[in-house]
Each structure stands twice: as C-alpha cells, then as structure tokens.
C-alpha cells in the first residue's frame, strides 16, 4: 500500500515523502480513508505505529488557516503534548496551520495570549479546564475532536475532566479516540460521545523476531547490584529503567550514579522545567540511562532505546505492554530484562497470564560485583496511583516535603550502607 492511494492531500503528501516515510503503517492504511470521510473512528494500536499521522491527516483536512481555534487533541500527559504539538506542526510545514501545546505546571498567561492565534491545540485536560473556566479559550469552532492514548487519560482518573470537555464541544464534529488498547471504559465514552463510530485495528503489538525478553530471579537486595552489573556490561543504544513508583525511581538514579552510571530520572514529581530538561537531555544523547516510571513510557517516541529494564514490574499488565513498547520500534532490535524479586511475582505472573505468547526465557544470576548503596530501599507496593488527588490536584508539595524528610533522616544517619 502506498500515501498515495490514501487520499491525502497533494501537501501532505510531498510533507509526508519529506519525513522519509516510504508507507503506511497498519494503522494508517486502516484509519485515514476512513478519516478523510469524516467518520468517527476508535483507532487501536501499539505505541509507536504512527497514529499521530492518522489523525494528523484529519486535522489538516478539517482545518482553515486564521479561521480561529478548530481542532482540539486531547492527551495525558506534558511530555505527549509537546511532541504531538511538534508531530502536527511538522505535518502541516506546507499550510498555514498552527499547533500549540497547553499543559499545566507551567506559566498560563503566554498560553492564554498563544490560544487566540492558533488553529490547532494539543491539550491535558487539567489545564484545558483551566483555560475554559476563566474563558481564555474557545471551543464553539472545534471541527475536529481527537482523544490520544485514551486509555492512559481515564487510568490517570482524567474521565470526568475529559467528559466536561467533550460536553463543550459543538455537537456537530468529528470524533477520534486513539489508544494502545481499547478498554471497557472507551467504549462507553464513545457510546456516549460519538457517531456511528467504526473501530479499526492493528493489533501486532511487539515484533516477536526483534524483541529478546528475558528475566532474572533476584533477592530484593541483589536487584541493584545486579542492575548495575548488566548496565555497565551490557548497553549499547539508549537504556529505559522501569520502577513503579517515584520514591524508587529516585533510589535507583542515586544510586546507578553513586556507582558511576550515568542516569537521569523523570517522573511526575518533577516540575515540568526538569522534565522537559530530562527528556531532552536523554533523547539527544547517544548512549544514556533514563530510570522511570511509567508517566514517561506513555505515548513518547525516544528513538533507539535498545534495551528496557523492568527494575519492577507494573501491577497493570497493559503497563508492561507499554514499557516494552518503547523499544524494537520500526525494525529495529530490542531487549527487555525483566529484575524479578518476591514482590513481583504475583505482577509478573499477570503478564505471562494476560500475554501468553510472549516468550520470556530466565537467566541465571550472573556473579555481581559488590557497589555501593546508599539509603534504604523501601518496597512500597504499587497502588496504581498515579500522583493526582481525586480533586485535581498534585501532591507534588507532599514529595518535596517529604523528600526533605528522608534527606534530613539520612543525613542524622549518615549511612552509606554498603552491601555488595
Ligand atoms: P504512536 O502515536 O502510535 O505511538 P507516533 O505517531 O508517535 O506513534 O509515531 C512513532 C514514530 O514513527 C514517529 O517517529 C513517526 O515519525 C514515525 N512514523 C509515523 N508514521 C510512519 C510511517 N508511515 N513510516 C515510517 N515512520 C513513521
Ligand atoms: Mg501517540
């Protein structure tokens, strides 16, 4: 299948052979014609299968250059704002069409002076409700409604701001949910919200050919130790590191550097200014380490991540998905070692359950070094939680106090305990 038999416009088409896309995805074949006559479609594919483009075509054909704001896409989180933002921006090179992002934890007032210019607006909910409450953005010209990694805005709790935001759409509109996997939930939305709306899918989540799964069995106090010896002799691209909660991810870095691996962290308890810096800093790197939870694996393209470390496994299996997703994209090849320690097993059992076909063989522990360790390790069992009260709001200032706490502990107890 070739763009060309897509009917994509002329512009999109030159933008498109510019990108250095030779054809479709799955995805794309599937979605855009459907798209491009206007219809409501739920779009199901992995992370990484080009639905930005998919839903780009619609954009571009549904909007008017200096006809005010006339497609909204909705996302979970900052990081996915800005580079569908870029996606779209870089779609629409040839038109005079403009996509901004809005997302919170930044200054609002540049947003709400950028709103009244642009015709495009890539928006988390939180934000985008700030901006109707205090009527600096209007929605009675959107054409065009797409709802991005849709199902990660209702595991982050965002349903009800998503609702109120569909609510004040126009009636008369186009429809578009895209999402890694359809739950439940989704498909009530679109009962709710959408037209005759048609389902496409291209379900291939992982090449099986180009991803080696693997996991080890390690005592809780080995998973470092042994995360450290892989890292420094096993890496080659870009490195993602998976744990389930911010405390851990901020134990891993500490210690990763403490024993000379070079290692950024991100997660939601950083302001938005280091998260950008983070994520910057990491995809333009050759070679790196980037520790995480799973805020980061939603929806971002990093390219070249060769290998993903799951130093927990998430409790969702679907999380577990959407980590290994980050790697093997568009042919190339991937690894995935999973750190296993009593904690994970009942999580890790949910995967194997749930993704059968995957073949995750076990290794032996090989023979560790000893590293330093700085600071206790405290297993918290992931709730799910996702670092937003019920209310809305952050409990960033929580963490921060209470990372001053654990600093001041461990500064009384000044214990670089070195176990290994
Ligand atoms: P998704 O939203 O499904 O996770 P993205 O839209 O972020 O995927 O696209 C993932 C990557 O694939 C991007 O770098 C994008 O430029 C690239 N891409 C999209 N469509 C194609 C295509 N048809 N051929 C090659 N690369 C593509
Ligand atoms: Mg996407």
Same mark, same amino acid.
């Given at each position: 299948?070739k763009?060309?038999?897509?009917?994509?416009?002329i512009?999109?088409?030159?933008? @498109?052979?510019?990108?250095?896309?030779?054809? %479709?995805?799955?995805?794309?074949?599937?979605? @855009?014609p459907?798209?491009?006559?206007?219809?409501?479609v739920?779009?199901?594919?992995?992370?990484?299968?080009?639905?930005?483009?998919?839903? &780009?075509?619609?954009?571009?054909?549904?909007?008017?250059?200096?006809?005010?704001?006339?497609?909204?896409?909705?996302v979970?989180?900052?990081?996915?704002?800005e580079?569908?933002?870029?996606?779209l921006n870089?779609?629409?090179?040839r *038109?005079?069409i403009?996509a901004?992002?809005?997302?919170?934890?930044?200054?609002?007032?540049?947003?709400?002076?950028?709103?009244?210019?642009?015709?495009?607006?890539?928006?988390?909910?939180g934000?985008?409700?700030d901006?109707?409450?205090q009527?600096?953005?209007?929605?009675? &010209?959107i054409?065009?409604?797409?709802l991005?990694?849709a199902d990660?805005?209702?595991?982050? &709790?965002?349903?009800?701001?998503?609702?109120?935001?569909?609510?004040?759409?126009?009636?008369?509109?186009?429809?578009?949910?895209?999402?890694?996997? @359809?739950?439940?939930?989704?498909?009530?939305?679109?009962?709710?919200?959408?037209?005759?709306?048609i389902?496409?899918?291209a379900?291939?989540?992982v090449? %099986?050919?180009k991803?080696?799964?693997?996991?080890?069995?390690?005592?809780?106090?080995?998973?470092l %130790?042994?995360?450290?010896?892989?890292?420094?002799?096993?890496?080659?691209?870009l490195v993602m590191?998976?744990?389930?909660?911010?405390?851990?991810?901020d134990?891993?870095?500490?210690?990763?550097?403490?024993?000379?691996v070079?290692?950024?962290?991100?997660?939601?308890g950083?302001?938005q200014s280091?998260?950008?810096?983070?994520?910057?800093?990491?995809?333009?790197?050759?070679? &790196?380490?980037?520790v995480?939870?799973d805020?980061?694996?939603?929806?971002?393209?990093?390219?070249?991540?060769?290998?993903?470390y799951?130093?927990?496994?998430?409790?969702?299996?679907?999380?577990?998905?959407?980590?290994i997703?980050?790697?093997? *994209?568009a042919?190339?090849s991937?690894?995935?070692?999973?750190?296993?320690?009593?904690?994970?097993h009942?999580?890790?059992a949910r995967?194997?359950?749930?993704?059968?076909?995957?073949?995750?063989?076990?290794?032996?522990?090989?023979?560790?070094?000893?590293?330093?360790?700085?600071?206790?390790?405290?297993f918290? %069992?992931?709730?799910?939680?996702?670092?937003?009260?019920?209310?809305?709001?952050?409990?960033? *200032?929580?963490?921060k106090?209470?990372?001053?706490?654990?600093?001041?502990?461990?500064n009384?107890?000044?214990?670089?305990?070195?176990r290994?």
């Amino acid at each position: 299948m070739k763009f060309e038999n897509l009917d994509i416009s002329i512009d999109l088409l030159k933008t @498109i052979q510019k990108l250095g896309y030779n054809e %479709p995805t799955e995805i794309q074949e599937k979605s @855009i014609p459907l798209i491009l006559r206007r219809k409501d479609v739920i779009g199901e594919s992995a992370t990484g299968s080009g639905k930005t483009l998919a839903f &780009g075509c619609g954009i571009l054909d549904q909007v008017t250059p200096n006809k005010g704001l006339q497609a909204l896409v909705l996302v979970p989180t900052r990081e996915l704002a800005e580079q569908v933002k870029e996606s779209l921006n870089s779609f629409s090179e040839r *038109r005079k069409i403009k996509a901004i992002a809005v997302y919170g934890g930044v200054a609002i007032n540049p947003q709400m002076t950028a709103l009244k210019r642009t015709e495009v607006v890539v928006a988390t909910p939180g934000r985008l409700l700030d901006h109707m409450k205090q009527r600096t953005v209007n929605l009675t &010209g959107i054409k065009i409604l797409v709802l991005d990694e849709a199902d990660r805005m209702l595991d982050m &709790g965002f349903i009800k701001y998503v609702e109120r935001i569909i609510q004040s759409c126009p009636r008369k509109r186009q429809t578009l949910f895209f999402s890694a996997t @359809i739950s439940s939930e989704i498909k009530n939305l679109a009962d709710k919200y959408m037209q005759n709306p048609i389902r496409v899918s291209a379900k291939k989540l992982v090449d %099986p050919s180009k991803l080696k799964q693997i996991y080890f069995n390690a005592s809780r106090g080995l998973k470092l %130790p042994l995360l450290v010896s892989l890292l420094k002799n096993e890496r080659t691209g870009l490195v993602m590191v998976f744990c389930n909660t911010r405390f851990n991810t901020d134990f891993v870095v500490k210690n990763l550097r403490l024993n000379e691996v070079d290692a950024l962290a991100i997660h939601g308890g950083l302001t938005q200014s280091k998260r950008s810096k983070m994520m910057s800093s990491f995809s333009n790197s050759k070679i &790196g380490v980037l520790v995480c939870t799973d805020v980061a694996s939603r929806g971002l393209h990093i390219e070249n991540v060769s290998h993903i470390y799951n130093y927990e496994i998430p409790k969702d299996s679907k999380d577990y998905i959407h980590r290994i997703g980050r790697t093997a *994209r568009a042919g190339e090849s991937g690894k995935v070692i999973n750190l296993l320690s009593e904690q994970d097993h009942d999580n890790f059992a949910r995967v194997r359950r749930d993704y059968s076909s995957f073949n995750i063989e076990k290794v032996d522990m090989p023979k560790l070094d000893r590293i330093v360790i700085s600071k206790r390790e405290i297993f918290r %069992p992931s709730n799910g939680s996702n670092g937003f009260h019920k209310n809305g709001f952050s409990k960033n *200032r929580f963490h921060k106090n209470k990372n001053k706490r654990d600093d001041r502990r461990d500064n009384f107890r000044r214990n670089h305990d070195s176990r290994w």
